[in-house]
C-alpha cells in the first residue's frame, strides 16, 4: 500500500507540472491596460493664391512694361477686383501695372476654361514658359472689355501669369475658372494607429498608416522611429530598452504637399509573465490555472502523507 500512494502522490505532481507547461504555452499573458491600437491624426489644409506685385507703367510703342516696384499684394485665385480705391492706386492714380502668378495642381491634362471680364485698361494669361494665352485688351474708349479660352493644361504641378495694366481713369479686372479646383492642394491628413498602445521592452510595436490626402492624390510615408527611418506605410520594430521614443510620420503627396505628425510614446520594462495578471484575459485564466495546480499538488502531498501515516500505523498526531 504504501508503494500504491507514493505513486499517487507523484501522479498528482506530475499531473500538476504537466498542466502547469500547458498553461504557460497555450495562453498568452495579457499585460493589464494594453488595450487595442492608439489613433494619432493631424490635420492642415491649403489654397493657391496670386502673388501679384505692382508697377509703374511705361509705354514702349510695342506693348505695355513694367517697371519700378509701387508694391505688393495678394488675390484668391478667381476674383472680382476694383482698384480705383485699393491701397495702392490710391496713391498712384494713372498709369499702373502689375504682374502675378499662381500655382496650379492640375490632375488630368486636359482644357481648362479662363475668363478675364471687366478688363480696363487691360490683361494677359501667361503659362508657365511666359507665353501668352489669350489677353483682353480695350483701347480708350470700348472699356470695358472680356475674353474667354479654353486652355489646355498638362498634368503636374505649374504655374500660370496674369498681367494688368491700366493708363489713366478707373481701374477694373475680374479672373474666372470654370474649375477651380487646379487652384487647390490640401496636404494630406498624417493619421496613424500603432499597437500594442502600452509597450515593454522586446514588443514588436505595429505601425499602421491611416493618412489620407483630400484631394485623392497618391502619397509617400516616412518614418522616424526612435531614431530609426522607415519609408514603409505600416512598418514594425522592437524597442529593446525601456524609456521614451518620439515617432514622427511624414506624409508628401505627388505635388509636394506635406504633412508631419509627431507622438512620444513610452517603453515600459517587461513584467514577469502572469505575475499581477489577474483580469478576464488570457492572463488571467493562466493565473488562476496555475494557482489550481499548486493547490492539487500541495493537496495531494498532505494527502500522502497522512495516509501514509495511518497505514503504518506510526505515533500518534500531537494535538
Same mark, same amino acid.
Given at each position: 500500500?504504501?508503494? *500504491?500512494?507514493?505513486?499517487?502522490?507523484?501522479?498528482?505532481?506530475?499531473? *500538476?507540472?504537466?498542466?502547469?507547461?500547458?498553461?504557460?504555452?497555450?495562453?498568452?499573458?495579457?499585460?493589464?491596460?494594453?488595450?487595442?491600437?492608439?489613433?494619432?491624426?493631424?490635420?492642415?489644409?491649403?489654397?493657391?493664391?496670386?502673388?501679384?506685385?505692382?508697377? %509703374?507703367?511705361?509705354? %514702349?510703342?510695342?506693348?505695355?512694361?513694367?517697371?519700378?516696384?509701387? *508694391?505688393?499684394?495678394?488675390? =484668391?485665385?478667381?476674383?472680382?477686383?476694383?482698384? !480705383? %480705391?485699393?491701397?495702392?492706386?490710391? +496713391?498712384?492714380?494713372?498709369?499702373?501695372?502689375?504682374?502675378? @502668378?499662381?500655382?496650379?495642381?492640375?490632375?488630368?491634362?486636359?482644357?481648362? #476654361?479662363?475668363?478675364?471680364?471687366?478688363?480696363?485698361?487691360?490683361?494677359?494669361?501667361?503659362?508657365?514658359?511666359?507665353?501668352?494665352?489669350?489677353?483682353?485688351?480695350?483701347?480708350? $474708349? !470700348?472699356?470695358?472689355?472680356? &475674353?474667354?479660352?479654353?486652355?489646355?493644361?498638362?498634368?503636374?504641378?505649374?504655374?500660370?501669369?496674369?498681367?494688368?495694366?491700366?493708363?489713366?481713369?478707373?481701374?477694373?479686372?475680374?479672373?474666372?475658372?470654370?474649375?477651380?479646383?487646379?487652384?487647390? !492642394?490640401?496636404?494630406?491628413?498624417?493619421? $496613424?494607429?500603432?499597437? =500594442?498602445?502600452?509597450?515593454?521592452?522586446?514588443?514588436?510595436?505595429? $505601425?499602421?498608416?491611416?493618412?489620407?490626402?483630400?484631394?485623392?492624390?497618391?502619397?509617400? #510615408?516616412?518614418? @522616424?522611429?526612435?531614431?530609426?527611418?522607415? &519609408?514603409? &506605410?505600416?512598418? @514594425?520594430? +522592437?524597442? *529593446?530598452?525601456?524609456?521614451?521614443?518620439?515617432? %514622427?510620420?511624414?506624409?508628401?503627396?505627388? $505635388?509636394?504637399?506635406?504633412?508631419?505628425?509627431?507622438?512620444?510614446?513610452?517603453?515600459?520594462?517587461? =513584467?514577469?509573465?502572469?505575475?499581477?495578471?489577474?483580469?478576464?484575459?488570457?492572463?488571467?485564466?493562466?493565473?488562476?490555472?496555475?494557482?489550481?495546480?499548486?493547490?492539487?499538488?500541495?493537496?495531494?502531498?498532505?494527502?500522502?502523507?497522512?495516509?501514509?501515516?495511518?497505514?503504518?500505523?506510526?505515533?500518534?498526531?500531537?494535538?
Amino acid at each position: 500500500m504504501r508503494g *500504491g500512494r507514493i505513486r499517487y502522490v507523484v501522479a498528482v505532481m506530475v499531473i *500538476g507540472t504537466v498542466l502547469l507547461s500547458l498553461s504557460a504555452g497555450a495562453f498568452k499573458v495579457a499585460i493589464p491596460g494594453r488595450a487595442g491600437p492608439r489613433l494619432v491624426t493631424d490635420a492642415t489644409g491649403g489654397e493657391s493664391k496670386w502673388q501679384g506685385t505692382w508697377y %509703374t507703367l511705361v509705354d %514702349t510703342g510695342s506693348g505695355p512694361s513694367c517697371t519700378g516696384v509701387l *508694391g505688393t499684394e495678394q488675390w =484668391p485665385a478667381t476674383f472680382a477686383k476694383d482698384w !480705383n %480705391t485699393g491701397p495702392v492706386f490710391a +496713391t498712384y492714380s494713372d498709369n499702373l501695372c502689375f504682374g502675378a @502668378t499662381i500655382t496650379v495642381y492640375v490632375r488630368q491634362s486636359g482644357a481648362y #476654361h479662363f475668363d478675364l471680364k471687366n478688363v480696363d485698361d487691360g490683361a494677359r494669361l501667361f503659362d508657365a514658359n511666359g507665353n501668352v494665352l489669350f489677353e483682353a485688351s480695350c483701347g480708350s $474708349f !470700348n472699356c470695358p472689355v472680356q &475674353s474667354g479660352k479654353d486652355v489646355n493644361l498638362a498634368q503636374g504641378k505649374s504655374e500660370l501669369g496674369l498681367q494688368f495694366w491700366q493708363y489713366a481713369g478707373k481701374a477694373s479686372v475680374s479672373f474666372l475658372a470654370t474649375d477651380a479646383s487646379i487652384f487647390r !492642394n490640401a496636404p494630406p491628413i498624417v493619421s $496613424f494607429t500603432y499597437s =500594442p498602445s502600452t509597450i515593454y521592452v522586446g514588443d514588436s510595436v505595429s $505601425f499602421s498608416d491611416n493618412s489620407v490626402d483630400p484631394d485623392g492624390d497618391a502619397m509617400n #510615408h516616412q518614418w @522616424t522611429i526612435g531614431g530609426v527611418s522607415d &519609408s514603409q &506605410s505600416g512598418p @514594425t520594430h +522592437t524597442f *529593446g530598452t525601456a524609456g521614451s521614443y518620439p515617432i %514622427t510620420e511624414t506624409v508628401t503627396d505627388e $505635388f509636394g504637399a506635406t504633412s508631419t505628425k509627431s507622438v512620444t510614446i513610452s517603453v515600459l520594462e517587461a =513584467p514577469l509573465a502572469g505575475v499581477g495578471s489577474t483580469g478576464s484575459g488570457s492572463g488571467g485564466v493562466a493565473f488562476y490555472l496555475i494557482a489550481a495546480v499548486a493547490a492539487i499538488a500541495v493537496f495531494g502531498v498532505t494527502v500522502g502523507v497522512v495516509l501514509g501515516r495511518k497505514g503504518k500505523g506510526g505515533p500518534p498526531l500531537v494535538r
